[in-house]
C-alpha cells in the first residue's frame, strides 16, 4: 500500500484535498466497488471506513457508467488481497532488516549458547535482474559474536521441530481451566436456610402454623423440601474454585485444526525448547509440562 502511494504521488495524482496521497485514502479508492464501472451510492450514516454501495436497476443489474478498471474477478481478488494484508501486513518482519517473520522464536534455541535462532532471509540479485531469495536460521549469536553454530534450512528445520512434538505431546488431551463461582450457590444456601427457619419457627406448638390440618401439612411438606435441597448443595460449590476439563480434543487434532500457529502458541506456554544441535536435536519438556499447557481462559475477562 505504501508503494501504491509513492507511485501515485511521484506521478503527481492529485489528491482529493490537495496533498500527497496516503495509505488510507488508497485504501478507501481501491475498496470502492465504482472501480467496476458502476453506479455506487455513500450508504446512510457511513463513516470513512464504511465501502460505498452499488446502485442496481430494477432488474437487479448494477447500473454501468463506464467502462471497468478492474472486472469482476480482478476486483474480488484484488479485496481478498487488501484484507489479508490488513490482518498479517503486506510483509512480515522487520522492514529493509533482511530479517521475516521467524517461526518458533523462544521455542527454538542454539544448541551451542542457548540463544534464540531467528529466520535470515538474504536477496541476491541475478544477472537477469530477477532477485533470489534464500533463507537460514542462524543463532543470535551471529550478529554480535558467532558462536560457531552452523545455519539450517527453515523448512526442515520447522519440519523436525513439528514431527517430534506430535510424537511427544501429540497424545496429550487439550484441558482448559475454567473457574466455577460459588456466590450463587452461597445465595441460594442462605436463601433455603431463612426459609427452613421460617417454617420450623412456624411449625413449634403455639406457632403459625402448628394449627394442625392443611395449613401444618403444607408448611410440614415444604420444609421437607427445602430441606432436601439444601442437603442437595455440595458445601464446596458454595466457594469459588477452579475446575479443570477436557474438550476432548488431542493436541494432534487441535493442531492439525488451528494450525501451526497455535502450535507456537502452545510450545510457548509450555515452555517447551528445542535445542538445535549440528548433528542433531533435543526436543525438552518441563516436568510440569501438563500444567503449564492447561489453558487459562481468562474469566475475568468476560465478567467486565
Ligand atoms: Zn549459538
Not at 72 to 87: I, V, Y
Request: glycine share 10%; hydrophobic share 30%; net charge neutral.
Amino acid at each position: 500500500m505504501y508503494k501504491i502511494t509513492q507511485i501515485v504521488n511521484r506521478a503527481g495524482v492529485p489528491s482529493p484535498w490537495r496533498r500527497e496521497v496516503g495509505c488510507g485514502e488508497s485504501y478507501v479508492d481501491l475498496t470502492n466497488p465504482a472501480l467496476k464501472g458502476v453506479r455506487v451510492i455513500r450508504p446512510p450514516k457511513a463513516t470513512s471506513k464504511d465501502v460505498s454501495r452499488i446502485v442496481y436497476d430494477s432488474d437487479g443489474h448494477p447500473i454501468r457508467l463506464a467502462p471497468p478498471i478492474f472486472t469482476d474477478e480482478e476486483f474480488d481478488q484484488l479485496q481478498d488481497r487488501l484484507k489479508q494484508n490488513a490482518k498479517y501486513g503486506a510483509r512480515k518482519g522487520t522492514r529493509g532488516s533482511g530479517k521475516q517473520l521467524s517461526r518458533f522464536l523462544g521455542v527454538i534455541q542454539c544448541g551451542n549458547c542457548q540463544a534464540n535462532i531467528y529466520k535470515h532471509v538474504t536477496k541476491k540479485k541475478r544477472k537477469d535482474g530477477t532477485t533470489r531469495s534464500t533463507s537460514r536460521l542462524r543463532c543470535s549469536s551471529y550478529t554480535k559474536e558467532p558462536c560457531g553454530a552452523p545455519s539450517f534450512d527453515p523448512d526442515e528445520m520447522y519440519g523436525a521441530l513439528a514431527d517430534t512434538v506430535l510424537d511427544e505431546l501429540g497424545d496429550y488431551e487439550v484441558i482448559h481451566r475454567e473457574y466455577a463461582r460459588g456466590a450463587e450457590n452461597l445465595a441460594r444456601v442462605t436463601e433455603l436456610q431463612g426459609s427452613i427457619k421460617h417454617y420450623m419457627d412456624g411449625l413449634v406448638p403455639g406457632g403459625a402454623f402448628a394449627v394442625g390440618g392443611f395449613i401444618q401439612k403444607q408448611a410440614e411438606e415444604a420444609l421437607q423440601k427445602l430441606g432436601a435441597e439444601l442437603s442437595g448443595i455440595d458445601p464446596e460449590s458454595t466457594q469459588d474454585s477452579w475446575h479443570y476439563r477436557s474438550i476432548g480434543v488431542t493436541y494432534r487434532e487441535h493442531w492439525s485444526n488451528l494450525g501451526i500457529d497455535q502450535m507456537e502458541k502452545d510450545l510457548l506456554r509450555g515452555g517447551i525448547t528445542f535445542l538445535v544441535h549440528t548433528d542433531h536435536c533435543d526436543l525438552l519438556i518441563p516436568d510440569d509440562v501438563k500444567q503449564r499447557l492447561v489453558v487459562k481462559d481468562d474469566y475475568f475477562k468476560n465478567l467486565k
